[in-house]
């Protein structure tokens, strides 16, 4: 990845020599020069960096914790000092957005089912290559999960005969095994 201060000369050089004509695009460009110099000067380049290579790897999508229940969780986004507007969480394992409301001071925590079943699907159709890894149970996959020191963000292995993807948040470094739905039939437009 280029280096974030090399983006912003770049946005740059696109705001004064290629002066889009879209309306509103120079304030776009402007609002994302700003982004990424918030990024670069509150220290959160390194995580921007991994973030956009977790997305070029197909990585699970991002969560920024785990939780075991959502009361625990609801207790976990009070505890934050500023709680993030809209994030996703894992409450054993499911996705939920925590959106938080400054108003209120609540944090509502929504059930998205969606996300981690179209992430299956997508790795069940387009992602990598079964990797030959095959156990004979889930605890012994957990086992092997587990005794990697740096974990692949997704690899797809067999269990008693099902394929099941191994997956990295590497955010909150939490590893899990989640079953693969089938792969969807190749559709019969021509």
Do not use: C
Request: glycine share 6%.
């Amino acid at each position: 990845m280029t280096r974030l201060f090399d983006q912003i000369g770049v946005l740059g050089r696109i705001s004064l020599d290629d002066a889009p004509m879209t309306p509103g695009s120079e304030e776009a460009l402007r609002v994302a020069a700003t982004a990424l110099r918030f990024i670069q000067t509150s220290g959160q380049t390194y995580e921007f960096e991994d973030y956009v290579q977790s997305l070029e790897a197909h990585a699970p999508p991002l969560v920024i914790g785990r939780f075991a229940n959502r009361e625990e969780a609801a207790a976990g986004m009070k505890a934050r000092r500023r709680p993030p507007e809209v994030a996703f969480v894992l409450i054993a394992d499911a996705y939920y957005s925590a959106m938080h409301s400054p108003s209120t001071g609540n944090t509502y925590l929504v059930p998205q089912p969606l996300i981690l079943e179209h992430y299956l699907a997508e790795m069940a159709n387009d992602g990598p290559t079964p990797s030959g890894l095959s156990f004979a149970s889930k605890a012994e996959a957990e086992a092997w999960l587990h005794q990697q020191s740096t974990p692949p963000q997704q690899v797809i292995i067999d269990i008693a005969g099902a394929p099941y993807l191994a997956a990295y948040h590497h955010r909150i470094d939490y590893r899990v095994l989640y079953p693969l739905p089938p792969p969807t039939p190749p559709s019969q437009e021509a």
